[in-house]
Nanobody
Framework: QVQLVESGGGLVQPGGSLRLSCAASGIRFSVHTMRWHRQAPGKQRELVATVTTSGISNYADSVKGRFTISRDNAKNMVYLQMNSLKPEDTAVYYC????????WGQGTQVTVSS
């Protein structure tokens, strides 16, 4: 049974930081490109960050320079370090393996508000 379980979301003030984690099980983690997506209320889900099997990362322009994606293949984990958070970063953040038709977590809520 494939499971992707996100954690680390919460309420943070503008300018603050959060670190999201995603624990994967039931898949050959090391062969999957891993992604973080987010969906804000009333908006479509958007791709935030990608890390390939070889550790190459890519980011949406809106988070470039503020967010860092990383992976630990030994632990089947992927992370999203989010710094200098803005109110527009408020969304449910989802971990994904295998693209749109692949595997998804249940999401973790991030709220940036004073």
């Amino acid at each position: 049974q494939v499971q992707l379980v996100e954690s680390g979301g919460g309420l943070v003030q503008p300018g603050g930081s959060l670190r999201l984690s995603c624990a994967a099980s039931g898949i050959r983690f090391s062969v999957h490109t891993m992604r973080w997506h987010r969906q804000a209320p009333g908006k479509q889900r958007e791709l935030v960050a990608t890390v390939t099997t070889s550790g190459i990362s890519n980011y949406a322009d809106s988070v470039k320079g503020r967010f860092t994606i990383s992976r630990d293949n030994a632990k089947n984990m992927v992370y999203l370090q989010m710094n200098s958070l803005k109110p527009e970063d408020t969304a449910v953040y989802y971990c994904n393996a295998g693209g749109q038709t692949g595997f998804w977590g249940q999401g973790t809520q991030v709220t940036v508000s004073s």
